[in-house]
């Protein structure tokens, strides 16, 4: 605890680095009850929130240590997907436990939309989904040793849309959010959005699904809330690489902006290249945070 203590003292005069320093959960030193390796596969977990019966997966790193406050990350899926979809599988959750090592670690989360017009998605009725996740950190925290200085949502498209949401509704309760193809209206209203919270998004030029134009707007509030200075973020024209934007901003919210030329994808390739950049600056973003 003490060498905690002088660690984080001593990250805070380097000032490096974006820190607030370790706040552990309840669930730290305690047996997990709840969340066992189990959770990882179908049928997931279920909760009761808002009164109605809800789904959510949660893959624990290796050797899961309850002494370590882990970082949380929220995993959300795209329309038409649930939390089996993003989680199961080779690249689950977005791929980034394929980037995050065992000593660093971190408690991934992926729960399941609700039912809406054009399939399961994030349509976040009377702020419900916002609800969910209120209640799965709870849930999660009281049960896992988790920072909650570290808490991180990402997804594409729907899942964008919905962690741009949580960044509103959440503020500063979560640490950082990273928007692949998202879109300011389809999980409702942006509630509250006047909290900075580090932010990395990143959008298509030529996306036909949900405009880049929605993505700038999603950008330019937490720009704003971040207290950046202003920056042209220029945008690849055709067949050009990825043009990545680094704001000036208060320090402990650092916010980035992608743009590449391409469709409403989650996986963008730059020209020649063999694999996408989305998990790599992801996780790039994420670590920064201690
Ligand atoms: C684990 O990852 C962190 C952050 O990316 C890195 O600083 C560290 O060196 C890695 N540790 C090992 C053992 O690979």
Known sequence: MLSNILAGALLLLGAAQPTLGAKPSPGCGKAPKIVTAAAASPPGLTITSGGARRQYFVKLPANYDNTHPYRLI????????????????????????????????????????????????????????????????????????????????????????????????????LRAVAVLSGSPQISGQCPGGTEPVAWYSQHGTRDQVLNIAGGRQMRDRFVKNNGCAAKEAKEPARGEAHIKTVYECNKDYPTTFVAFDGDHTPSPRDPGASSTFSDKFTWDFFKQFT
């Not at 799965?136 to 991180?152: G, M, W, Y």
């Open 74 to 173: 929220f995993a959300m899926h795209p329309v038409g997907g649930s939390g089996q979809q993003v989680s199961q599988g080779a690249g689950g959750y977005y791929n980034l436990p394929n980037l995050i090592n065992d000593t660093v670690g971190a408690i991934y989360v992926a729960p399941t939309g609700t039912q809406g017009g054009l399939g399961v998605g994030w349509w976040n009725n009377g702020g419900q989904d916002i609800t969910l996740v209120k209640d799965i950190i709870k849930e999660v925290e009281d049960d896992l040793c988790i920072d909650q200085n570290l808490r991180f949502s990402t997804g594409f498209s729907h899942g964008g849309a919905m962690s741009f949401i949580l960044a509103c509704a959440l503020g500063k309760e």
